[in-house]
């Protein structure tokens, strides 16, 4: 694979950073690859592990003569982030993000974009419940999707060139407008885990089984449920926050289904509950024709390596 950009910034320096880095190596997409994180910390072990050429201090050396800066940070501090960047983005330069939700990072981030320099928001659908610069591996892209979400007036060539970026790092990619995809990824992804933090949450608050007993006897529903929960506290609270309407949309009509099972459950409706968990599995056999999970039993996870 040739290379497709001089030198590529990474913003923020965790899972998606991380394997974005692994990727770009891995394929030969960039000569140079700078990164930042705001903690000296993690900008300390980045430097310990390699994970970029170079690991800057600051944001402004880190964009310099970029030709693509991309920002893989909490989608509500991106606004921020763009505003600080602004006065050092080379011109010609791509400026992406990786954010879960498109609306209202275009709306925080535009602004601050330099004419002379090309916005192309992407969310690549690809994560673990892990984090920090230590949990990135370079096959996180592979044959799953990112989805672009090009503002108005986005030059041709310019965008066929950061969707071929993205095939490289082995990701598959759909054009998307932003409203559409808050709606979409609000079904996918955003309320199935605000539904495992509750549940989780409801056990932790369910004083008549014990501690013990939640962890002991776990069976993979609620196993999987517990996995989604740690995922990053910091990025899920943005998310919920910045996509309000489409979260809140969902959610409401979860609810509908939700008490048409309760009252199919008290009515002793098995006909409905047999015809509705049909439905639902065809679901899951279409996610796995689609290569997108595995049926492995387990889930495809090897337990010597997870607890």
Request: charged residues 25%; proline residues 4%.
């Amino acid at each position: 694979m040739a290379v497709l950009y001089e030198k590529v910034a990474l913003i923020g320096l965790g899972l998606i950073a991380g394997s974005l880095a692994h990727a770009i190596r891995r394929g030969g997409l960039a000569n140079t690859i700078s990164g930042y994180a705001r903690s000296a910390e993690t900008r300390e072990i980045a430097r310990e592990i390699s994970l970029c050429d170079d690991v800057c201090d600051n944001v402004a050396d880190t964009v310099k003569d970029a030709d693509l800066v991309i920002l893989c940070v909490p989608v509500g501090v991106m606004g921020v982030v763009a505003e600080e960047m602004k006065p050092h983005l080379k011109r010609g330069a791509i400026v992406s993000d990786v954010g879960s939700v498109k609306a209202a990072v275009i709306a925080s981030v535009a602004p601050h974009i330099p004419e002379d320099v090309h916005f192309i928001p992407a969310h690549p659908l690809a994560g673990t419940e892990h984090s920090g610069p230590h949990s990135g591996f370079a096959e996180l892209f592979d044959d799953r999707w990112c989805i672009l979400v090009p503002v108005e007036n986005t030059n041709t060539d310019v965008l066929t060139q950061y969707v071929n970026f993205w095939k490289a790092v082995g990701s598959n990619v759909e054009i998307m407008d932003a409203e559409h995809h808050d709606l979409t990824l609000a079904v996918t992804s955003h309320v199935p885990h605000l539904i495992a933090y509750t549940m989780v949450g409801v056990a932790d608050d369910l004083g008549r089984v014990t501690d013990k007993e939640v962890i002991n006897f776990s069976a993979a529903g609620f196993r999987d449920f517990t996995r989604i929960a740690a995922s990053d506290p910091t990025m899920w609270r943005d998310v919920f926050l910045n996509n309000k309407e489409a979260t809140l949309d969902i959610l409401g009509r979860f609810t509908e289904e939700l008490f048409d099972l309760q009252k199919a459950i008290r009515g002793g409706d098995g006909d409905y509950l047999h015809k509705y968990f049909t439905r639902t599995r065809a679901i899951r056999r279409d996610i796995l024709d689609a290569g997108q999970d595995t049926d492995v039993p387990n889930f495809g996870r090897n337990l010597t390596k997870e607890s």
